[in-house]
């Protein structure tokens, strides 16, 4: 399974971003996807994770209310929809996927993606 994610950026508080996550491979219809992130200095951060049928979705409680996941059910590419970002958000994210038996741990995830820079202004 290969992952390439896009769709980084600059931009203002308060402002969206959408993340994309495209991937590739004859078993990617069984995997789940998950989006983490990374800031300078920090441990990899989980950040939003949705089952291979797409009927399970989990969030950070940072993120609730503001990020959306979709994709999933089998779909090649995987969102995710950024709004009211915040300075805080500023991160490399990064898409995984796998089995992830704990959807929240990193190491349950065998798969990863190139990471995308997300700088949030003030």
């Known amino acids: 399974v290969q992952l390439q994610a896009w769709g980084g950026g600059l931009v203002q508080a308060g402002g969206s971003l959408r993340l994309s996550c495209a991937a590739s491979?004859?078993?990617?219809?069984?995997?789940?996807m998950g989006w983490f992130r990374q800031a300078p200095g920090k441990e990899r951060e989980f950040v939003a994770h949705?089952?291979?049928?797409?009927?399970?979705?989990y969030y950070v409680d940072s993120v609730k209310g503001r990020f959306t996941i979709s994709g999933g059910n089998a779909k090649s590419t995987v969102y995710l929809q950024m709004n009211s970002l915040k300075p805080e958000d500023t991160a490399v994210y990064y898409c995984?996927?796998?089995?992830?038996?704990?959807?929240?741990?990193?190491?349950?995830?065998?798969?990863w993606g190139q990471g995308t820079l997300v700088t949030v202004s003030s």
């Open positions: 995984a996927a796998g089995s992830a038996v704990i959807p929240r741990s990193p190491g349950a995830y065998e798969y």
């Open positions: 491979g004859s078993i990617f219809s069984s995997l789940a």
């Open positions: 949705i089952s291979a049928s797409g009927r399970s979705i």
